[in-house]
């Protein structure tokens, strides 16, 4: 008899593993797949951390956060929602929010509504508690059609979760589709979850969250790729506090705390100013685009650091196969989707990496786009 219990089935391993696997047989790749920051961790937040260590801040951290962080947040959230009821947590990278709001609000047989391409932790996660997870499809432009949300919403509809700006397609939602998303949701009665990881990485438009529009959105958040700390584990959650109550009730029986000298650092992060980095992806943002739109299918990203470019030729995962064969790795975009049509490039990587990964995808098309 198989140990190994049935609602591990539901899913696969992430595939963005099997490409780091095959990554790991190649010598000097062109490596446009990593999802995280280029960038290193802010000195300040490194000097933070060390002294937090050194001072002997090792423990347990209070399973809601320690106060230096939680109340910094507190009053940034509330600086910027007028809310009656918006409480915060810390928890363990935004991974550790998804994870507790999940357990937190869907019951088994429940339906939660995801974009299609999504993250991939999306819909193991909703499997894992016994969800069904409801996609939507966004292709080609990865642009919100209200009216196909509200057409999607059953009487078994507990969540919608959002994730703006988006991995993997860098496209970032209009205030019209955010204010529209909210304001669904709270007619509907259904809990809208934001998952807004990438709000600082907007390039072209300042970030706008539907918690604005609709007082009882959960907002998941975290420092992972803001201050380049994907490793500290430090993420947070705001929204009504019966839900906050809730998750971090879970949070004793599961993950305890995050990493407490990593929340002392966190609280540091506050301080330090981020512009720098942004206008740095941004720049390579427009090289990116600017260096395939000729000859890809591409939706101008608005944030994140990806692109989603449509393959020229073959399915994703054809054409990524051949990319790797060149040595240029990026990731199929049926790992996020449905679909097996497109695929993720990272530009969080140097620009001669970027400028090299553009050479070898231009020389890959063949030749100039005909299909518009
Ligand atoms: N949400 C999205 C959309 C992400 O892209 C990621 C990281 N790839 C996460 C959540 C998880 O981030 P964390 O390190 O905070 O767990």
């Not at 809601?64 to 009821?85: C, F, N, S, T, W």
């Not at 706008?208 to 529009?213: D, M, R, T, Y």
């Not at 004793?252 to 740095?280: E, H, K, M, N, T």
Request: aromatic share 10%; with cysteine; proline share 7%.
């Amino acid at each position: 008899m198989s140990w190994i219990a049935d609602r591990t089935a539901a899913f696969d391993s992430s595939g963005i593993r099997k490409v780091f696997d095959l990554a790991s047989q190649l010598e000097n790749p062109v490596n446009l797949s990593i999802g995280q920051p280029d960038f290193d961790v802010p000195l300040p937040i490194r000097e933070a951390l060390i002294e937090a260590v050194q001072s002997g801040k090792n423990g347990y951290a209070l399973t809601q956060g320690m106060p230096v962080l939680k109340e910094a947040l507190q009053g940034r959230i509330a600086a910027d929602y007028d809310h009656a009821d918006r409480d915060v947590f810390v928890c363990s990278g935004t991974s550790g929010g998804l994870v507790l709001a999940l357990f937190s609000l869907v019951n088994p047989g429940e339906e939660v509504i995801l974009f299609d391409p999504f993250f991939v932790m999306y819909q193991p996660l909703v499997k894992l508690v016994g969800g069904q997870p409801v996609l939507i499809d966004t292709y080609p432009d990865f642009r919100i059609d209200l009216n196909r949300v509200e057409e999607a919403i059953s009487p078994r509809t507990k969540l919608i979760l959002l994730n703006s700006p988006a991995n993997p397609t860098g496209v970032t939602a209009n205030p019209e589709e955010i204010r529209g998303l909210a304001e669904l949701a709270e007619r509907h009665d259904v809990a809208l979850l934001s998952d807004e990881i990438y709000r600082h990485f907007c390039y072209d438009e300042p970030f706008v969250s539907p918690a604005s529009f609709n007082e009882r959105t959960i907002v998941i958040d975290g420092f992972s790729k803001s201050y380049a700390m994907t490793g500290w584990r430090v993420g947070f959650v705001h929204g009504p506090a019966e839900i906050i109550d809730t998750m971090v009730k879970l949070q004793q029986y599961s993950f305890v705390c995050a990493p407490q000298p990593a929340q002392w650092a966190a609280a540091a992060a506050l301080d330090v100013d981020v512009r720098g980095p942004i206008a740095d992806y941004r720049r390579k943002r427009d090289l990116v685009y600017d260096g395939l739109r000729d000859r890809y299918d591409l939706t101008r990203p608005g944030g994140a650091f990806y692109a989603f470019p449509k393959a020229p030729w073959g399915t994703g995962t054809e054409f990524v196969e051949a990319a790797i064969a060149q040595n240029l790795l990026i990731i199929p975009g049926n790992i996020f989707s449905r679909h097996d049509t497109h695929f993720r490039l990272s530009y969080a990587a140097g620009d001669d990496v970027i400028e090299r990964g553009i050479e070898l995808l231009n020389a890959m098309a063949g030749g100039p786009r005909t299909n518009g």
